[in-house]
């Protein structure tokens, strides 16, 4: 960590401050003195140091990181890619490209069973289906909850395939403890109570990015997680806020090769939300598979005319089917001759 | 609402899609032909009707609201000022400028007390102060929790001034029964499962604007607790994210005559963490009063060089003191003569 | 394009504007009125309309387009791609993979020969450099400006490949006519006198898109120069200005699918600006690929470290041919089997 | 300056490092040794390092700047206010507030020379107007040009009030030689050979902020002008593009006081393009001169519902004269009792 200081600090600050970082942080301080101004340097574990604080001392002009405040998540200290298993034959991280998919909200056992079978057939290996629903208007459909929970599980005894669902509040922890994966929505990215309940559990955590959440930032939520005891974590991109509105969010594509590079967490990319429109599923999905994602989250729907929710970026079947053989050929090409 | 069509459409799929509108949402349609699209009018509620919904339909290119989506909120149907009573004394939105002002953390009795004697001799009517904090990093001070609740309750009892402090999960509710008013975070503006809990106690609620939420979406927000049945919602812009990165946020000055417009719900002014340095609280704050900003919120710890937390950003009680002056002389200069 | 009345409009207003709108535009006028408010459908070509002036009336309340902006570079009035042909052997457009490849300024003639001819012997076909540089402070380095157009027009003749460079001045276009593609950088994507002045011309322009440019604006810009008769435009998307500051620009992978839809232009990517990394590069070139862009333009230099600007976004020519190889292998998997 | 090195830097390498930069730069290389790296810091005059080039070096992980990297625009080589002199009577930074008004676009003798006598009457000592009008579609009216100048002459003959009008490239500034102050506009911020070019004159320039410039990056635009010999730099902010897209842009109000510190140039604050919004022009108005900008830029149209340009955001002069009582009371109270 280094700190600039201003140029009116005396010389007695100067020893105050310097006595306070070595006795509070246990960090040898280093000193040099530039034209205008005098400049620190802070040497050992600078992690625990809250730079909010060093930066509100009157005398600190400016503060700057050198290490990233995040451990668990870095791989610095993890060189290794985590692998995140899901059941005896999934597993997150590993070299594999898993799709998830499913329709946005669970309506019924015949939809989500009818959904279900279809995307296994084209090559989807979890089933995403949504129980409780994050929506802007208190007016609007809010999911199924607890009933829709059954019904992802149904349609698990009928594919074999795990369910992953959206959790919106840490009273529900007990409704999620036979769902395969727990997914954080956007909106929930900082709400650092659940993180830290969902740290207590061992369950396999799809942390989405929050709408205008840092990289730095997201990695801090996983880290939340992952600080209680739980280190299965599963970062997902799904489109940042911009000014751009032609498309509902923003794909940050290149936050799946800064996050490979930062953390050894797997990551993979939701291509629905991020456009917001279907016809753009396509080429978004294969922009991730190109730079390295681990995954994709699809939204599928078998009548999304009829959805009763977020229709618009959802695949029918039979689109998603098309969609899924592009993205494994592109794959299989990845692995074999590119 | 408007729809525009695609050309594509047949026009059995127009009948189709006309007859379900009409029936589902129990609105007239009108219908116009233009040269390359067909565009339907909706005449009637819609307010229920989920915009997604309508744009997921195959033969949909674009909708369009004319109405606002919420109701409880809008200026529309509520001509009048909402004024917000907190004690006998104290009303937020009728016509007085309310000042919250305390640290950002509680830390000791003896800190809180001393700084709400101050404010209170400075003019503030309301103290605030962080009990339960939400923090970026799991690593960095949490807040003094259910203690520190016990401490403000202290110094209200010391300087009859209201509190003001942060819920951070629906879980706490109870602990939060004798706050006079209770802050919704930034990051926990889409918190809706903390909304809707909110929005079956009868307590104002200082909602903050999220962190990159547009004024629509807040208002929105506000609706969720106004639909449980609480009316009693006080709005905060405290800036937004913005690509500028010199201050913390950027605050978004425009957005209280915007409230002001659309909605009757009061709205106060964070300066301290729109900016996040201190220099800037007395310009922002001077800003806010002179645009009709109901309120201000401002940090003042007595140490800000040792503040647990957030200290950049704090004035000490003799800053407060002058930048107090400023800000009622100004608003008595507004009320009077300009 | 659709007009909403204010609920205040009275009758004679509204026979006013609607007069005022047949005889100004040449359109017809719909009319219904909702339940809040009047809406009014424009029938016709509205291309021609400023919304800005509809929007000023005193009783209209929003405005809405059906219809896109632009024209000539609108892929509604001219169904099939655009091939822009820069030599007998390089054209972009035709479903090629053009990369662009050389240093971001050019420094000497020994290192753009020696760039260029490393840069060819890798797969590029076209040979880019900086000439004239826009930059930031005017204590940079600005560029070697007519000198350097002729250091390249020299690594030209020693190649073979054509060159692109950008213009910052109309001033300049005598300079430029030997120039094969004239290179519009994204802090000039507004200046509309330059623009005018090379829709003159018929030169291949490679546009950049602004560092906040809309993909509409960006295709209005496009416009400006197909109006003057120029119908040689080339589009490059190379990151947008966002909140996060880990890249120096965020890539907006969408705009290819996007502006692929929407117009018949092609469009390249520049990986090297969009991310401001070097390690970032190869990632978000596959991306590019991998979701149609019909080009890549790559900054290399011999020597990054000694670059006059703009280095750490360089890549060796050693490293350059490693992302050519990954490139042109994901294109021939693209072509042949995905 | 600031440099931290990768862990990976080698002792050789690092010698290579210094005697660079000593060379090159003449500046003193102090060093020490973190845990996990070694940090350089650079002493001496560093405003001509071009911090790109450093941070392209292969050993580099990362640079931060202690100094600002303007010098002619810094408050800390300059310490007083610098007033820009108008006419005999009218100066800008000297403690009073001009407001500048008028329409969007000159559009005729009698409309210019009509709303330059409003405007004065109601306060405004400079009359704006566009000659020369940016226009996203080459298809929107493009101003009165020349013609359009020399209307605004006649203006001023008929009422005293000194010009301002917006210059679009550096090819026409023969013809701005009679006019008082020239305007350059958001999207030519960075047209950095225009900005050269009125470097070479002495003219007051009024230098509107870019979309999505910086602070910083809006005063390296004001150190061009300044580098070339002129001092006559008035600043003025317009509002940012941001997510939020009720107002065509966010005004950024912090950016008054801010530049106030960094910088010794005044600061004018465009609230009608700003907001896009004429209801919103007088409450953002208010909280610029509360916060202490040195003048207002209005937009006022005798006739705003047919104006040729921009017409939402015009005040008519009635309208006019009302905010312009608000605003003079607002500052003359500012003046003497707050």
Redesign the interface.
Known sequence: M?I?LKPSTTNEQLMNFTSMLKDKYNVKV?K??????T?L?????T??I?I??I????IV??V?R??E?YKKANR?FHPDNSVIKITDTVSIGDGSLNIMAGPCSVESEEQIVAVAKAVKKSGATILRGGAFK????????QGLKAEGLELLKIARQETGLPIVTEI????HIELFEDVDIIQVGA??M?????L?ELGKTNKPILLKRG??A????WL?SA??IM??GNDNVILCERG????????RN?????A???VK?LSHLPIVVDPSH??GKS??VE??A???????ADGLIIEVHND??H????????LTPEQFDGVSK?IF??K???DN??
């Open positions: 280094i600039v280093n040099w003195d530039g034209v205008q101004s400049v340097g802070l040497i050992g574990d992690t625990s809250d909010e604080y930066d509100a001392q009157d002009e400016s700057k050198v290490q405040p610095k994050p929506r802007t208007s208190p007016y609007a459909f919106m509040s840490a009273s909106r929930n900082q709400n650092f109570e659940l830290k709408l205008c840092t990289i730095e930032e801090m880290e939340y600080a209680g940042i806020r911009t000014y751009e509105n032609f498309t923003t794909l940050d594509i290149a799946v090769p800064i590079r991020a456009s016809w753009l080429p978004l294969m922009s991730a598979v190109a730079c390295g999304p005319a959805a009763l929710s977020d229709g618009a970026q959802s592009k050929a592109l299989n090409a990845m001759q590119v």
